[in-house]
């Protein structure tokens, strides 16, 4: 066992800080009411739910009649979808990007199925959606517009409010999943004029399971489920009650540290990407600046990302290849063949996704590891030696 650990894959999942788990822990003993309950046990926990909504909805701008809370990023991009193509008299058109996360790209390829038509927009080898192709999508059959905010594997943040204008001056409903972004950048909902945008607890140091959907008060999506009237009927069944306080008291601390945190995030990154661009044929994937603060991701030439991740699992180092949803396919993941990389710098790719906790000592450690690891793989690979 390595004695050391370095954990960055932190677009995979973060750690639970200890004020959240404080937050939450009274609603696993003593506050175990059911909010829906009229006695005094259920109307404190009411109270509650209603001051996590509150907190929430301040922490991105909103007004908390317009937080549903929801069981994750997956939940809250599919009520959004499948809820706006149920609502949609017959079938129409929506407009997503090639690079979306599966939770919504695997949503509009069922609704394709369904007999709606989709555009998956193409994007430039950055991962940057030009604005311009939304627009000439459009038809007068699109009725909802789903692009994602920053890139969960390459960290490419997209133009959301040229976008957003856009979607607004054709009156078509704007999504973005921003589960990468909520907690890591400052949002402005007015600025992006969404009127759906998808976040998830876990990416920001609260607990899994549980996330928001942001809906712009008066726009209508009929609801999946059906059950109680918890949470406007949109998604009906008793809340997580400990997860929701968790996600308040964990956006609310993210979102106050934002301006530091990024600052301290964006130059741990940039040490680790020019350190690792030292090390012979390495190539950068994602925007060179336009990209989330704590997000890393190269390919190494000729070996497999998944090799690298095992070696240096060894020392200690936590990353990823791919994203964690995908691992465990052969197929070099969308996001990078939609860049036009090959199949073969596809599959030498590796994300290091930083986040709190990270110190330079850290960035020193992956980058004293990282060129022997390398150098060691390439020595045995078949594709270099062929090469
Ligand atoms: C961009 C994006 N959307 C959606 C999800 C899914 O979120 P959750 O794990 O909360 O269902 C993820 C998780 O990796 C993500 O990165």
Redesign the pocket.
């Known amino acids: 066992m390595n004695s050391r650990e370095v954990y960055m894959d932190h677009?995979?999942t973060t750690p639970v800080r200890e004020e959240v788990l404080e937050a939450m822990l009274p609603f696993f003993k003593e506050q175990y009411g059911n909010p829906s309950s009229v006695h005094s046990k259920g109307r404190e926990v009411r109270n509650a739910v209603e001051e996590a909504r509150e907190k929430t909805a301040s922490a991105l701008g909103a007004s908390p009649g317009e937080i549903y809370f929801t069981s994750?990023?997956?939940?809250s991009?599919n009520i959004v979808l499948r809820g706006a193509a149920k609502k949609h008299e017959g079938f129409g058109h929506i407009i997503t990007s090639a690079i979306e996360?599966h939770?919504v790209l695997d949503v509009c390829r069922d609704l394709e199925k369904e007999g709606h038509r989709v555009t998956f927009l193409p994007v430039d080898k950055y991962g940057r959606l030009d604005p311009s192709t939304v627009e000439d999508a459009i038809t007068p059959e699109t009725f909802i517009i789903s692009i994602?905010a920053a890139n969960?594997e390459i960290g490419t943040l997209q133009p959301l409010e040229e976008i957003g204008a856009i979607a607004a001056k054709h009156n078509i409903i704007f999504h973005t999943?921003a589960?990468?972004v909520v907690g890591q950048l400052p949002v402005d909902l007015k600025k992006m004029q969404v009127d759906f945008l998808s976040l998830?607890a876990?990416k920001f140091n609260g607990p899994k399971g549980v996330?928001a959907l942001y809906k712009r008060k008066g726009i209508k999506i009929d609801p999946l489920y059906r059950g109680g009237g918890q949470e406007g009927k949109l998604r009906p069944g008793t809340e997580n009650v400990p997860g929701v306080i968790g996600l308040a008291r964990a956006l609310e601390l993210s979102v106050e540290e934002i301006p530091h945190k990024i600052n301290t995030l964006q130059s741990l990154r940039d040490k680790l990407i020019e350190g690792l661009l030292k090390i012979d044929e390495v190539v950068l994937n994602g925007h060179p600046e336009e990209r989330l603060p704590g997000n890393v991701n190269v390919s190494f030439k000729y070996i497999e990302g998944e090799a690298i991740l095992l070696s240096l699992d060894m020392e200690g180092i936590a990353a990823s290849s791919g994203?964690?949803?995908s691992s465990g396919s052969l197929d070099p993941s969308h996001v990078l063949s939609a860049i036009g990389l090959d199949h073969q710098t596809a599959h030498g790719s590796v994300r290091f996704s930083l986040g709190r906790g990270n110190s330079e000592t850290d960035i020193d450690y992956v980058l004293e590891k990282v060129p022997a690891v390398v150098d060691r793989l390439r020595r045995i690979s078949p594709i270099r030696r062929s090469g």
Do not use: I, L, P
Not at 72 to 75: I, L, R, S, V, W
């Open positions: 677009g995979a994750g990023g997956t939940e991009n996360h939770a994602m969960n999943d589960v990468q998830s876990h996330g994203s964690a949803c």
